[in-house]
């Protein structure tokens, strides 16, 4: 380094956070680290888009899979795979307050990643296609993904839990 600028650059032996591994792990950390910034419990939530043949990726990573590649690429991604199967999941995590651990609310949609269809408006949403339906996730209706979407499916069981420790 000292041969390509005028800077002094030392080693520091530092562990620095910085969020990678499963969606589990991801949000549980996400969660831990809002609570320090307040004394009220908080919530928060992380989205996945996880392919079987590539065992669960680019999962958490899906937005920077999807802002590199657009939608033409992650239906590429699995055009050479006799696997097409995937599934979105959202984790809402709440925690108490800093000192607790988080509880987690595991949202998950099974589908395939298809040719994108549909309205491009919402990320990934053209080539997801949920089990049971014909239209992938962007030819739907709102208030028909909304009532099947990996979102209210976490979100109803944060609900239940909510109001049983009501
Ligand atoms: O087409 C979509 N249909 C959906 O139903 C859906 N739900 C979420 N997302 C996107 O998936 C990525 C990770 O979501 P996400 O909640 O982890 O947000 P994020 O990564 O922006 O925040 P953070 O994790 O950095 O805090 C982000 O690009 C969200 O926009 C969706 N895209
Ligand atoms: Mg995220």
């Known amino acids: 380094m000292e041969d390509v600028t005028n800077f002094e650059f030392d080693n520091l032996k530092l562990d620095l956070d910085e969020y990678q591994g499963?969606?589990?792990?991801?949000?549980?950390?996400?969660?831990k680290l809002a609570a320090t910034h307040t004394d009220?419990?908080?919530?928060?939530?992380d989205v996945s888009l996880c392919f079987n043949a590539y065992k669960g990726l680019p999962g958490p990573y899906i937005?920077?899979?999807?802002?590199?590649?657009?939608?033409?690429?992650?239906?590429k991604m699995v055009s050479?795979?006799?696997?097409?199967?995937?599934?979105?999941?959202?984790?809402?995590?709440?925690?108490e307050n800093k000192d607790s651990e988080p509880v987690l609310f595991v949202g998950k949609n099974e589908g395939k990643i298809v040719e994108p269809r549909g309205d491009t408006s919402f990320g990934w949403d053209p080539v997801f296609l949920p089990?049971?339906?014909e239209q992938t996730y962007a030819e739907m209706d709102?208030?028909?993904?909304?009532?099947?979407?990996?979102r209210s499916r976490s979100v109803a069981k944060l609900k239940e839990y909510l109001q049983t420790e009501e």
């Open 22 to 31: 499963t969606p589990e792990e991801i949000v549980t950390k996400k969660a």
């Open 40 to 45: 009220n419990p908080v919530l928060v939530e």
């Open 63 to 75: 937005k920077d899979f999807l802002k590199q590649l657009g939608t033409e690429g992650l239906y």
């Open 80 to 95: 050479g795979f006799d696997d097409h199967t995937a599934y979105a999941q959202c984790i809402f995590a709440y925690c």
């Open 131 to 133: 089990d049971g339906y």
């Open 142 to 150: 709102k208030a028909t993904k909304n009532s099947i979407s990996h």
